[in-house]
């Protein structure tokens, strides 16, 4: 089993950045691929970015491509998504996941490929 637990979200103006974390715990050896996700009212869980942690590949939604930097420290089985330039449709609720199942290339998109998930931080860029 994996815990997960995210935070750093919050209020913030439009232009402004934000570091989501997500801490990891249990079996963080063995996870292979992580991802954060996000869900805004009315609309289906999506994919923001994710990273292959074996090859280092990386996936970016074109919605933030540019604005946004997903990072890990192993040592203290962290993840973060280093957000810029916000803006108000990037409000949601914003998850971190993962997966033990090896992917090779590029890391799956799809909520339905990831094993673990966390509680979710809210993220709500006032315009």
């Known amino acids: 089993q994996v815990q997960l637990v995210e935070s750093g979200g919050g209020l913030v103006q439009a232009g402004g950045s934000l570091r989501l974390s997500c801490a990891a715990s249990?079996?963080?050896?063995?996870?292979?691929?992580m991802g954060w996700f996000r869900q805004a009212p009315g609309k289906e869980r999506e994919c923001v970015a994710a990273?292959?942690?074996?090859?280092?590949?990386?996936y970016y939604a074109d919605s933030v491509k540019g604005r946004v930097t997903i990072s890990g420290d192993n040592a203290k089985n962290t993840m973060y998504l280093q957000m810029n330039s916000l803006k108000p449709e990037d409000t949601a609720v914003y998850y971190c996941?993962?997966?033990?199942?090896?992917?090779?290339?590029?890391?799956?998109?799809?909520?339905?490929?990831?094993?673990?998930w966390g509680p979710g931080t809210q993220v709500t860029v006032a315009s």
């Open positions: 990273i292959n942690w074996s090859g280092g590949s990386t």
């Open positions: 996941a993962a997966r033990h199942i090896v992917s090779w290339g590029l890391p799956p998109i799809s909520p339905g490929n990831y094993e673990y």
């Open positions: 249990g079996r963080t050896f063995s996870v292979t691929t």
